[in-house]
């Protein structure tokens, strides 16, 4: 059946709702910056990073107000992984350190540290992790880093040394060196 102005019934419906679907997904989007705006604002205030590039850096790694906890552990996983693989002597001071850090046992945060020490993460996030890394310690503002940049590096070379030399004392690689020393100048540069 026609209207008057030549549209039929059947082609107003796909119209209709052809609209609908169209303000549900303008809605959605909307929702979604809003979210995104408010966990920002969290990872603001919570890192004392205040620059738009950095904070988006950090949530594009994964990083939520909920898993912030981690992004000091990153170095040390750096050096963990910088053998190919994390040795159980590694993978156990590891998950300890994330429990002195609050990092509860099946919490989000402790999932993602558990994936970390399962698969390699990219190149990439050890790359941008210290580049945060070090800009928190520029804004020492934020709650979530209480640690120091001669911490983390004493962390990394207990990491280092957990798995080399004699009955697994003492002996640090030379891939393990070379990421003591990239990390060190990452967060010494500051």
């Given at each position: ?17 052809y609209?609908?679907r169209?303000?549900?997904e ?31 850096e950090?949530?594009?790694l ?58 390699r993460?990219?190149e ?12 928190m ?22 990491i ?31």
């Amino acid at each position: 059946m026609s209207n008057n102005d030549g549209i039929t019934e059947d082609v107003r419906k796909r119209e209709e709702e052809y609209f609908r679907r169209k303000d549900r997904e303008l809605i959605e989007r909307l929702r979604q910056a809003a979210a995104d705006a408010e966990m920002r604002k969290t990872l603001e205030h919570a890192t004392g990073i205040h620059d738009a590039a950095q904070l988006e850096e950090l949530q594009s790694l994964g990083f939520t107000p909920e898993t912030l906890a981690l992004l000091p552990l990153v170095p040390v996983l750096q050096v963990a992984w910088a053998e190919g693989g994390v040795s159980a002597a590694e993978r156990s001071m590891i998950v300890n350190l994330a429990r002195s850090r609050e990092i509860a046992e099946g919490s989000a945060p402790d999932v993602q540290l558990q994936a970390w020490l399962d698969t390699r993460p990219p190149e990439e996030t050890f790359r941008k992790a210290s580049r945060l890394i070090g800009a928190m310690l520029d804004h020492p503002a934020g709650a979530e880093m209480q640690v120091s940049a001669d911490d983390l590096l004493k962390y990394c070379e207990q990491i280092a040394q957990a798995s080399g030399g004699l009955f697994g004392i003492g002996r640090v690689s030379a891939e393990e060196k070379a990421a003591l020393q990239q990390i060190s100048a990452q967060l010494k540069s500051r």
